[in-house]
Every structure is written in structure tokens, then in C-alpha cells.
């Protein structure tokens, strides 16, 4: 919750200084908007703030007083954030920890994989004419309101048969549960679409000259793509990145089905859920949990924001 | 340049369509037809829109005629032309790299070690006169010191054709004399064959052995000059006031003008107006 409204606030930022005011921005800019806009932060902040005294009280306390209370009674412990990560001892398994490796190491590739591929896919759509590029870039947009939950079953027989004309193996069976290739590939090809859509948009836009200039200077597709075109993409490849990152993250479901829940290759989200039901009343580690889980994110949007202010482009091309 | 053949451009009844988004078929250029020889340098004028770029676009092999043939060097081009430089209106550099990370992008594309290619790298913002700043980024460069890095990344490859789209287009009277000038300078020295598209007739005329007009679209070629003024031709500033100029330009401002004025009643819809467009 807290992210969200970070975000929100970020994308207001242009439209309070840009020049041209209509009445909706005037309207927006005006004191007694800024007033409310604040309000709203504060009130939609406060609950994450309730999460973080909540985890860090200690247990009877959580279980006594509401987390307002630690104002009167300040009193905190990371014994919450010990125990939900590390400790096996309340009778499911072991804790968070190796969920959260396992969280990591789907979440980083399923980010990388998408845009590695959709920025070479978009790059060849925008910038080499060939027949049929076109029809190829509207399957790609198409593809976007295909639901993700109807290719669930036929990706499942997918990964756990492999595909076959005759004898004759296409696709190999990835094996499921122990095995992190099987979230890979599934969120790889559900993020495709969007990010070909959205990575194509902008490289489209890219000076023509800088890139014919590289062309005729003797640069192949290739060189043309990694010392060109990466480089002026970086704010819609960062942007990405990011949306892709929070989606992996936060899901549940896609993560769930391609591993089973086993615990060598289950992400986070999969223990939170089974967590808020055997502990349902132990809100001291609930809220660890899930403050561990809100963290990471904050991390990587703090950590990339800084590449999509559009400032690159900015002098390259004058006059 | 072992071959005196090499830098030879012969377009030969080249016909370029477009397929407008509305599906219907536009011709930009119609049956055009000129050579330059090597080491010669050509100008080409012609109203906005005619098909000058096109042209430009299909000697570098960036584009593929409907019609025709372009043959550079006596093979038909097909692909990227090899030995070709360009330099846009727009100064074609990276922002995110040097003046001489730049300049020595052209070999290190080419395939030089880096070390190689800043070193040529160096020595052509020598000769430019931009010694001292190799380690500045493009936007801490004025108009016409960018001009000039974009002058010594397109002959750092050392072309046999140098195609110039308008390059001084953007900039203020007396830089454009002084970039003509320096153009000049460096180009005696290698002597490429250039084709320099303008829309100035006077820069045209001062630097070109050769101008074509070109019709208002669909373009053609209406007609070439060869333009006699002895070279070396000195500062263009001067050149202007000779009466071969002088006499020269209106001929060609002749031929020019009703293409012009026709370009313009088509675009603008409004009245035609009298004078010298630029
Ligand atoms: N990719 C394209 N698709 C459709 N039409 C095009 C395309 N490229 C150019 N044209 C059209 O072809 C004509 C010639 O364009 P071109 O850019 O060659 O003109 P130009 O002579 O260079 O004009 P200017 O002097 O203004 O630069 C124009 O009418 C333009 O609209
Ligand atoms: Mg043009």
C-alpha cells in the first residue's frame, strides 16, 4: 500500500510544474488539492505503518494492546522477524528464509528473461522492415487480453508432458516442483506481450538519425541494438523492469501452480498464504512476514527509479 | 581508393513508392537520374518534400528503390553501401559518450581495437580543431563545435562517398560560412565524392562542381549545372560577390523558383509570395 501511493505521488509531481495548465491540472494544483492529496497519503500510510510497530512489539504485547499503544509503552524486539525467518519451531516447517531465496531467484530471472527478449523482439518490429512485421506486432498487442488463468491448464501438461509431433520432441518436459524453469518460462511468456507493446512504443520514437548513422557507419543489428538502442532505452527498460519485478513478486497464483508449493522452489507469497492460516492469530508474526515481503520491492524501485527520469535524450538531438 | 571507379554514384531511373497508412500508393521520387563522379562534389536542391532524402537513403543503401538501380563504385547497391558516411541537420552523436568516444565509434563499428581507434579518434578532432575537448559530452558543446565532431565522425572512416543531408541547416549565417569553409578544407584534403543536399542555393553554388534542381514531388530531375568557379574557391563569404557567382545562382534560382513556389501553393494552400527562399 505504502508503494502505491509512492508511485502516485511521483507521477502527479510533472503535471503540478508543467507549463501548459488546463483546468483539470489547475484544479489539481491548487492548494486545497495538495491538502487532500496529503490527507490521503497520511490516511493510506498509517495502516503500513501499523505493520511495521506490529511486527517489531513483542508477543504479549501484540496479543494485549493494539499497536498504537507502543507509544505509550515503547517497547521493541526483532524476536519477530528471528523467528518467522529462521525458526522451524511452529509446526509447519522451517521458516521464511528459504522462501525468500526462492522468491529472489524466480523473481530475478522472470524479470531479466521478458526484457531481454522483448526489447530484441521490439527493436526488430520498429526498426527492420520486413513483410509481415506488422501483423506480428498486432498478435503481440492482441495477445495482452488473453487471461492469464486460462493458459494455466494446457502450460501445466506442457511443462510436466513436453509437446510431440509423433516421435518427434518440440518442448521438453521441464519436470514440475523442485524446479524454478517452470515460473520462469511461464511468467516470461506472460509478461511478452505488454512488455513487446510497451518496449516497442518507445523504441519506435528513438531518433532515426543516430541509428542510421550507426547502420551506415558499418554497425550490424546487433552492435546497433547494444551500443544504440539499449543505451536510449534504458527509462522504458527500467519502468518495466520495475512493473515486471512488483508483479512476480507479489504473485501468488503463477507461483503456486508451476511449483506446487513444494518448499525447494515455492516463493514467498505461497508461505505468507499458508502462514495467515495456521497463525492466524499470532499477529506478531503475520506482520513480520509480511513486512519481509514489502521490503525487497521498496529496494528495487528506490534502486532503479533514478534510470527512467527521461534526462538521457535530453542534447542528443538539436536543431 | 585504388580504383578510380570506387566513389562513382550512378542512379538510374529510380522510382520510389510509399505505402501511405491510408493503403494507397505514393510516389516520392519518379525516374531520377544523375551521377556523380568520384571525388566530385554534388549538390542537390529542390523544394521541401521532393524526395531529396529518399534519394540520399537509397545511395546508402538504408532503403531500396521501387524502379531503377543506384550503383555505387559500378555495383548495384543492396544492403548497407560500403564506404559511405553520413552526417544529418541534426548532429547524429550519443549523449551519453565523449566527444571522442564518438568520434570513435565510426572504426570501432569498422572493427578497429579501441586503443586504434581513439588514436585516429584524436587526430581527426585535431583537424577540426577541437584539441582539448575529448573528454566533453555532446551538450557541453555549442551548435557549431557539435557540428564539427559530427564532421569528424563522418570522415574518420575515411568515405569514398559523404552524404550530407542538410548539415548546416540549423545553424546561425556566419557558423554555416565557417563550417562550409572548414568542409571544404577537410574534403580537398580526401576528397570523397560528396552529395549535399541544401536548401540554400547560395551554399550550394559556393562549394558544389555539380547542382541538381529536382521537381516538387513527385520528384524529378529538372535540370543539372556544373558550376565552372576554380577551385580552390576560398572563403564562400567572398565567392559571393563574383559576377560567375552571381550569374551562375540566378540561372539556377530560375529553374528553382517555379518548383519552389508550386511546393509551396500545394503545402501551404495560401498565396504564393515573391522572393528568395532559402
Ligand atoms: N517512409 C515513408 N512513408 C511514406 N511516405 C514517405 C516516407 N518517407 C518519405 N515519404 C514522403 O516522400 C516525400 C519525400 O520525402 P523526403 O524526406 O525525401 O523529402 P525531402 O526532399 O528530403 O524534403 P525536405 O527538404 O523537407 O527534407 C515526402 O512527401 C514524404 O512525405
Ligand atoms: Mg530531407
Known amino acids: ?319 | 581508393m585504388a580504383d578510380a571507379n570506387n566513389g562513382r554514384i550512378e542512379i538510374e531511373g529510380v522510382t520510389k513508392r510509399f505505402l501511405t497508412p491510408g493503403g494507397e500508393v505514393f510516389t516520392a521520387i519518379k525516374d531520377v537520374s544523375f551521377t556523380v563522379e568520384p571525388g566530385q562534389f554534388c549538390a542537390v536542391v529542390g523544394p521541401t518534400g521532393c524526395g531529396k532524402s529518399t534519394t540520399l537513403g537509397m545511395v546508402s543503401g538504408l532503403d531500396r528503390p521501387s524502379e531503377g538501380t543506384v550503383k555505387v563504385g559500378g555495383k548495384v547497391v543492396d544492403g548497407i553501401t560500403d564506404g559511405v558516411s553520413f552526417m544529418f541537420q541534426a548532429d547524429a552523436l550519443l549523449p551519453w559518450k565523449t566527444v571522442l568516444a564518438n568520434v570513435a565509434l565510426g572504426p570501432i563499428f569498422k572493427g578497429a581495437s579501441k586503443a586504434e581507434a581513439q588514436a585516429r579518434a584524436r587526430d581527426w578532432l585535431r583537424r577540426v580543431g577541437l584539441t582539448g575537448f575529448e573528454d566533453r559530452y555532446p551538450h557541453q558543446l555549442s551548435g557549431g563545435m557539435r557540428k564539427r565532431v559530427a564532421m569528424a565522425a563522418a570522415l574518420i572512416n575515411e568515405p569514398k562517398i559523404l552524404m550530407m543531408d542538410e548539415p548546416f541547416g540549423a545553424l546561425d549565417v556566419q557558423t554555416k560560412a565557417i563550417m562550409s569553409n572548414e568542409l571544404l578544407g577537410l574534403w580537398e584534403q580526401s576528397r570523397p565524392a560528396v552529395l549535399f543536399i541544401t536548401h540554400d542555393l547560395d551554399e550550394a553554388v559556393a562549394l558544389a562542381d555539380k547542382v541538381v534542381v529536382m521537381t516538387s514531388s513527385p520528384g524529378t530531375v529538372k535540370a543539372v549545372y556544373d558550376i565552372d568557379l576554380p577551385r580552390p574557391r576560398g572563403s564562400v563569404q567572398e565567392i559571393r560577390f563574383e559576377p560567375r557567382f552571381l550569374e551562375l545562382q540566378h540561372q539556377i534560382w530560375d529553374t528553382l523558383r517555379e518548383e519552389v513556389e508550386r511546393a509551396y501553393a500545394r503545402t501551404a494552400g495560401g498565396p504564393v509570395t515573391e522572393g528568395k527562399a532559402a
Open chain 1, 1 to 319: 500500500m505504502a508503494m502505491l501511493t509512492r508511485t502516485e505521488r511521483k507521477r502527479s509531481e510533472p503535471a503540478r510544474t508543467a507549463p501548459t495548465r488546463t483546468g483539470v491540472r489547475r484544479a489539481l494544483s491548487s492548494p486545497l488539492s495538495t491538502v487532500a492529496v496529503l490527507l490521503v497519503t497520511v490516511v493510506w500510510t498509517v495502516p503500513s505503518l501499523g505493520l511495521l510497530v506490529t511486527s517489531l512489539r513483542p508477543e504479549q504485547d501484540v496479543a494485549q494492546t493494539g499497536w498504537w499503544d507502543f507509544f505509550a509503552h515503547p517497547h521493541l524486539t526483532l524476536a519477530n522477524y528471528h523467528d518467522v525467518l529462521f525458526n522451524g519451531g511452529f509446526g509447519v516447517s522451517d521458516g521464511l528464509m528459504p522462501y525468500l531465496v526462492n522468491s529472489l531467484a524466480i523473481t530475478v530471472p522472470a524479470t531479466i528473461f521478458p526484457i531481454v527478449l522483448a526489447s530484441m523482439a521490439a527493436y526488430v518490429l520498429a526498426w527492420i522492415p520486413f513483410k509481415g512485421s506488422d501483423t506480428i506486432f498486432f498478435v503481440f498487442f492482441a495477445l495482452q487480453v488473453v487471461p492469464l488463468q486460462m493458459a494455466l491448464v494446457p502450460l501445466l501438461q506442457l511443462f510436466s508432458g513436453g509437446a510431440h509431433i509423433g516421435s518427434l520432441t518440440i518442448f521438453p518436459a521441464v519436470g514440475m516442483g523442485g524446479s524454478y524453469a517452470p515460473v520462469w518460462i511461464a511468467h516470461t511468456m506472460f509478461a511478452m506481450p505488454l512488455a513487446v507493446f510497451l518496449l516497442h512504443n518507445f523504441i519506435a520514437q528513438l531518433p532515426r538519425d543516430l541509428i542510421e548513422a550507426a547502420r551506415v557507419d558499418g554497425a550490424s543489428h546487433f552492435r546497433v541494438f547494444r551500443s544504440v538502442v539499449l543505451p536510449l532505452a534504458t527509462p522504458a527498460l527500467a519502468s518495466f523492469a520495475i512493473f515486471q519485478f512488483l508483479w512476480v513478486w507479489n504473485d501468488l497464483l503463477v507461483g503456486l501452480t508451476f511449483t506446487g508449493g513444494a518448499p525447494e522452489s515455492a516463493p514467498m507469497p505461497s508461505r505468507l498464504a499458508q502462514l495467515s492460516g495456521s497463525f492466524g492469530d499470532h499477529w506478531e508474526i503475520l506482520t513480520a512476514g509480511a513486512f519481509v515481503s514489502v521490503v525487497i520491492p521498496l529496494v528495487v524501485f528506490f534502486s532503479l527509479q533514478r534510470y527512467f527520469v527521461r534526462g538521457l535524450l535530453a542534447g542528443s538531438v538539436k536543431g
